[in-house]
C-alpha cells in the first residue's frame, strides 16, 4: 500500500505542474468578482485568504501525530484540519517584513501564527521526483458502472513527465472570476503560514470562530470575526460490484455546494524487483466532461462551484454517490486511491465595505475570503477495506440493484491496524 501511495503521489505533483493546471490557476485570477471588480475604484493595498480544510480517511495522516495515532488506535474519526493563510499587499515593507494573524483561543495555535515569505532564490516545486514511470497513462471520466465509447484517452506516461498534456484533457477552461489568488508573484509584499519557520499542525479540535486580526508592516492591520468553523469530516465507503466497478458513497456534508472525486490506480510488475516497476497508471475523474485536476484540486467559491455543477464537471450537493467504471480496476488493478472533496461556504469580509448600491465607487483598503472544504481519501480494493461507515448506514449507489452494506467487522490481529487506520472496522 505504501508503494502504491508513493507512486499517487509523484504521478499527482507531476500532473499538478503541468502548464495547462498553471494556465487554469492563473485564469482563475482576478482581484474580485465580476460585480464587485465594476465598483472598484482602484484595487485593494491588501488581500488575505484563509483556506480552511478537514481531512479524513487516508487523507488525514497528514494531519500530524495526534491525528495518525487517533486512527490507529481507533479514537475519534481519525478527522485532521489543514489552515493555508496568505497576505498579499501593494505596499513595500519598512525594514524586514513581518507579519502575525492573532487567531481566537479556540484555534489552538498559540496567541498568533507568523506569516512568512518563501525564502528568496530557492526555486519553487519540482524538487526529486527519482525514477519516473515508464508505463501508458489511461485516462477515463464520468460515474457509472461502465466507461462509455470513447474512453479511455491513452497517453505515454513518458511524455507527460515532459509537461506535454494528453489532447482535450482540460478541454473546456472554465472562467472562475471569484477564486482569486495570492501569490508571492503578484504581490509586493507578502507572506503565508505554514510556512519554513512555523509548521505547526492544527489540532483536531479547533475552531475557528471569533475574532482574528492580521497585523504587519506592510498592510493595514485587517480584522473580522468569523461565525463558521471547519465542515465535518466526510464519511464515506466503498463497495464491489460484481461488474468490477466499485460504488462509492457517502453522508452529505452540511454546507457543501458541490463535490468532486478524482481516484488514481497502478498495476505493477511484482516480478521486475525493486518492489515491482508501473506497468499501467489509470487517472479516473466523476466529473461527466472532460476536466481533470487544475482549480478542481483546490478551494473554491461557491459561485464558481455553481458553474461547475452547471457544466456536469461537479457532482451536486443532492449527490451521494458515484460509481467508479470497472474498466479503471481492469487497466489499473485492484487497489484504487480515490479523493473526495466537498466543496464548502466563503466568508468575505472588506474594508470599507462595499456600497450597497453598485453604481457608487468603492475603494477598499483590504479584502479577506475564508474558503471551507471537507476531504477524504479511500482504498478503493484493499482486502476487507471496502466498507466504510456505521452498521446502520444504508447502501446508496447511482445504480439499481445495488448490495446492502455489510456490516462492520471487528479489527483482528496486525492487518487490523490498518483498517482501523481508515476507520473500517472496530
Given at each position: 500500500?505504501?508503494g502504491?501511495?508513493?507512486?499517487?503521489s509523484?504521478?499527482i505533483r507531476?500532473?499538478r505542474?503541468t502548464?495547462?493546471?498553471?494556465?487554469?490557476?492563473?485564469?482563475?485570477m482576478?482581484?474580485?468578482g465580476?460585480?464587485?471588480?465594476?465598483?472598484?475604484?482602484?484595487?485593494?493595498?491588501?488581500?488575505?485568504?484563509?483556506?480552511?480544510?478537514?481531512?479524513?480517511?487516508?487523507?488525514?495522516?497528514?494531519?500530524?501525530?495526534?491525528?495518525?495515532?487517533?486512527?490507529?488506535?481507533?479514537?475519534?474519526?481519525?478527522?485532521?484540519?489543514?489552515?493555508?493563510?496568505?497576505?498579499?499587499?501593494?505596499?513595500?515593507?519598512?525594514?524586514?517584513?513581518?507579519?502575525?494573524?492573532?487567531?481566537?483561543?479556540?484555534?489552538?495555535?498559540?496567541?498568533?501564527v507568523?506569516?512568512?515569505?518563501?525564502?528568496?532564490?530557492?526555486?519553487?516545486?519540482?524538487g526529486?521526483?527519482?525514477?519516473l514511470?515508464?508505463?501508458?497513462l489511461?485516462?477515463?471520466?464520468?460515474?457509472g458502472?461502465h466507461?462509455?465509447?470513447?474512453?479511455?484517452?491513452v497517453?505515454?506516461f513518458?511524455?507527460?513527465?515532459?509537461g506535454?498534456?494528453?489532447?482535450?484533457?482540460?478541454?473546456?477552461?472554465?472562467?472562475?472570476?471569484?477564486?482569486?489568488?495570492i501569490?508571492?508573484s503578484?504581490?509586493?509584499?507578502?507572506?503565508?503560514?505554514?510556512?519554513?519557520k512555523d509548521?505547526?499542525?492544527?489540532?483536531?479540535?479547533?475552531?475557528?470562530?471569533?475574532?482574528?486580526?492580521i497585523?504587519?508592516?506592510?498592510?493595514?492591520?485587517?480584522?473580522?470575526?468569523?461565525?463558521?468553523?471547519?465542515?465535518?469530516?466526510?464519511?464515506?465507503?466503498?463497495?464491489?460490484?460484481?461488474?468490477?466497478?466499485?460504488?462509492?458513497?457517502?453522508?452529505?456534508v452540511?454546507?457543501a455546494?458541490?463535490y468532486?472525486?478524482?481516484?488514481m490506480?497502478?498495476k505493477?510488475?511484482?516480478?521486475?524487483g525493486r518492489?515491482g516497476?508501473?506497468?499501467?497508471?489509470?487517472?479516473?475523474?466523476?466529473?461527466?466532461?472532460?476536466?481533470?485536476?487544475?482549480a478542481?484540486?483546490d478551494?473554491?467559491?461557491?459561485?464558481?462551484?455553481?458553474?461547475?455543477?452547471?457544466?456536469?464537471?461537479?457532482?451536486?450537493?443532492?449527490?451521494?454517490?458515484?460509481?467508479?467504471?470497472?474498466?479503471?480496476?481492469?487497466?489499473?488493478?485492484?487497489?484504487?486511491?480515490?479523493?473526495?472533496?466537498?466543496?464548502?461556504?466563503?466568508?468575505?469580509?472588506?474594508?470599507?465595505?462595499?456600497?450597497?448600491d453598485?453604481?457608487?465607487?468603492?475603494?477598499?483598503?483590504?479584502?479577506?475570503?475564508v474558503?471551507?472544504?471537507s476531504t477524504?481519501?479511500?482504498?478503493?480494493?484493499?482486502?476487507?477495506?471496502?466498507?466504510?461507515?456505521?452498521?446502520?448506514?444504508?447502501?446508496?449507489?447511482?445504480?439499481?440493484?445495488?448490495?446492502?452494506?455489510?456490516?462492520?467487522p471487528?479489527?483482528?490481529?496486525l492487518?487490523?491496524?490498518?483498517?482501523?487506520?481508515?476507520?473500517?472496522?472496530e
Amino acid at each position: 500500500m505504501l508503494g502504491n501511495l508513493g507512486i499517487f503521489s509523484k504521478t499527482i505533483r507531476l500532473v499538478r505542474r503541468t502548464p495547462v493546471a498553471i494556465g487554469m490557476a492563473a485564469a482563475g485570477m482576478t482581484a474580485l468578482g465580476v460585480a464587485a471588480y465594476a465598483q472598484l475604484q482602484s484595487p485593494p493595498i491588501a488581500r488575505y485568504t484563509m483556506d480552511a480544510g478537514t481531512t479524513s480517511g487516508l487523507a488525514a495522516m497528514g494531519g500530524g501525530m495526534k491525528s495518525a495515532m487517533a486512527m490507529l488506535t481507533g479514537q475519534g474519526d481519525g478527522a485532521a484540519h489543514e489552515l493555508i493563510l496568505r497576505l498579499g499587499s501593494t505596499r513595500t515593507a519598512t525594514g524586514g517584513p513581518k507579519a502575525d494573524h492573532f487567531m481566537p483561543p479556540g484555534a489552538g495555535l498559540g496567541k498568533s501564527v507568523p506569516l512568512i515569505a518563501p525564502v528568496a532564490g530557492k526555486p519553487a516545486g519540482v524538487g526529486r521526483m527519482g525514477e519516473l514511470p515508464k508505463a501508458r497513462l489511461s485516462i477515463f471520466w464520468g460515474c457509472g458502472e461502465h466507461a462509455p465509447k470513447g474512453q479511455p484517452l491513452v497517453f505515454d506516461f513518458t511524455r507527460l513527465a515532459k509537461g506535454q498534456v494528453p489532447p482535450g484533457l482540460y478541454a473546456q477552461p472554465l472562467n472562475l472570476p471569484d477564486d482569486w489568488t495570492i501569490q508571492a508573484s503578484n504581490s509586493t509584499s507578502y507572506g503565508d503560514w505554514p510556512n519554513h519557520k512555523d509548521a505547526k499542525v492544527v489540532p483536531g479540535n479547533a475552531s475557528l470562530r471569533g475574532a482574528h486580526r492580521i497585523a504587519s508592516n506592510y498592510a493595514p492591520e485587517i480584522a473580522f470575526t468569523l461565525d463558521r468553523d471547519f465542515m465535518p469530516a466526510l464519511q464515506a465507503r466503498s463497495q464491489s460490484l460484481a461488474s468490477g466497478a466499485y460504488a462509492l458513497s457517502w453522508k452529505p456534508v452540511p454546507d457543501a455546494t458541490g463535490y468532486y472525486a478524482w481516484g488514481m490506480s497502478a498495476k505493477v510488475d511484482a516480478q521486475s524487483g525493486r518492489g515491482g516497476d508501473v506497468q499501467e497508471m489509470v487517472w479516473w475523474s466523476s466529473s461527466s466532461t472532460q476536466q481533470f485536476g487544475g482549480a478542481m484540486w483546490d478551494w473554491l467559491s461557491p459561485s464558481a462551484v455553481a458553474r461547475l455543477v452547471a457544466a456536469k464537471t461537479v457532482m451536486p450537493p443532492a449527490q451521494t454517490s458515484c460509481t467508479v467504471p470497472a474498466e479503471v480496476r481492469q487497466l489499473g488493478g485492484e487497489m484504487t486511491m480515490v479523493n473526495l472533496s466537498a466543496y464548502g461556504p466563503q466568508s468575505d469580509f472588506a474594508y470599507p465595505p462595499r456600497p450597497a448600491d453598485a453604481k457608487l465607487a468603492w475603494k477598499p483598503d483590504w479584502i479577506a475570503r475564508v474558503r471551507f472544504r471537507s476531504t477524504t481519501m479511500l482504498a478503493l480494493g484493499m482486502p476487507g477495506m471496502d466498507g466504510m461507515g456505521t452498521d446502520e448506514d444504508e447502501a446508496t449507489s447511482d445504480e439499481p440493484g445495488t448490495p446492502p452494506k455489510p456490516t462492520k467487522p471487528k479489527c483482528k490481529g496486525l492487518a487490523g491496524i490498518a483498517k482501523r487506520a481508515a476507520g473500517l472496522c472496530e
